[in-house]
């Protein structure tokens, strides 16, 4: 008798799996149907922040509803990480995660989200290199001079970062260790004071992100090499940092994540639109403008990168003998 009851309640079981299926293609069909929420964890006016904006905007366009950018910095870019992982898992509340992200789970004790498992990847927005910069007036105009600058003097050398466990200071450890250096950090409160510390001449060199690019290009700042793989197309007479030291590279990177258990579907379609309005001419002129490159990874790529990139910083934060963050 039991058997007899279950097959007869085994339809109306696939019934409302297919109502399930139904009401989430409805959704993504849908959506948005209200204002989107772009969460920043980076202060106003920055390159990420100029990013986010010009993405709203076009999206805003491409949707016909307002995309809001909200900005949290804060706590190494975990505050606004940890909203939007405990936000409503429905595609209306995005994060502008960023490189640092992969970092930040290695430089704290205990953070209320992870990374990997309470964030869902929608999109890769950006890549974007470090510049190894040193003051105009200084004795190192070249990389191969820094380098032997460092093999000499060691720790009378000094280089600054925008902050302690930021790429820039990641990169500063990473020259130490392939030149057996002992560079001493000196970390800022941010871009613009580390930028400042070059101008008068305060540090020795700095791992600068690509918004440096207006003041070497105006002659305030020396160019030494880029962190890409490449040469970029702004900057073709500054050698890669790869050229001398094989496989050295830094990215800092941009995309959009949604709070896990968001319906595979409206992930697919908020990447299916930034895959198109990044083709804007306006965006594009941007991307290339500011060093940027467009390579747009789709949700499963993105989330094995996020996965590779926790790897990748592991070591060098163990190897900068940080101090984990209390919270």
């Known amino acids: ?24 293609s409805a959704l993504a069909q849908k959506f948005p149907t209200h204002a989107v929420t772009i969460l920043n964890p980076y ?17 805003s366009q491409e949707w016909g509803q307002a995309v809001i950018v909200e900005n949290r910095p804060g706590a190494g870019t975990t505050i606004a990480a940890a909203y939007v992982a405990k936000a409503k898992p429905d595609g209306y509340t995005l994060l502008l995660s960023s490189t640092q992200h992969a970092i930040a789970p290695l430089l704290f004790k205990k953070l209320p989200y992870d990374y990997l498992t309470h964030l869902s990847a929608v999109a890769t927005l950006s890549f974007s290199p470090f510049v190894l ?27 600054g970062s925008s902050g302690l466990g930021g790429l820039p200071h990641l990169s500063g450890v990473r020259l130490n260790q392939v ?21 008068n001449g305060s540090t020795d060199f700095l791992f600068a992100d690509n918004s440096i690019i207006p003041l070497i290009q105006s002659g305030k700042v020396r160019a030494l090499a880029v962190t890409s793989d490449k040469r970029t197309e702004s900057l073709m007479q500054t050698p890669t940092m790869a050229e001398t030291f094989a496989g050295f590279t830094a990215t800092v990177w941009t995309g959009l994540e949604a709070p896990a258990g968001t319906p595979r579907p409206v992930i ?30 789709n949700p499963d790529e993105f ?25």
């Not at 002992?182 to 580390?194: D, E, L, M, N, V």
């Open 1 to 24: 008798m039991q058997k007899i009851i279950h097959s007869q309640h085994r339809p109306w079981r696939w019934l409302a799996a297919l109502l399930i299926a139904c009401s989430v």
């Open 43 to 59: 202060p106003a006016g920055g390159g990420a922040d100029n990013i986010a904006r010009m993405l709203a905007n076009h999206l």
């Open 133 to 159: 910069i040193t003051p105009m007036e200084s004795e190192f105009r070249t990389l191969d001079q820094l380098v032997m600058g460092l093999k000499q003097k060691g720790d009378k050398i000094n280089f």
């Open 179 to 199: 030149t057996g250096a002992q560079a001493r950090h000196i970390p800022y409160a941010g871009t613009a004071p580390a930028v400042n510390a070059i101008l």
């Open 268 to 297: 697919d379609q908020i990447h299916a639109s930034v895959l198109k309005v990044l083709k804007e001419p306006a965006l594009v002129k941007f991307y290339k403008d500011s060093a940027r490159e467009m390579k747009i990874l």
């Open 303 to 327: 989330s094995q990168f996020k996965e590779s990139e926790v790897k990748t910083y592991e070591k060098l934060v163990q190897d900068a003998k940080l101090n984990l963050i209390e919270n």
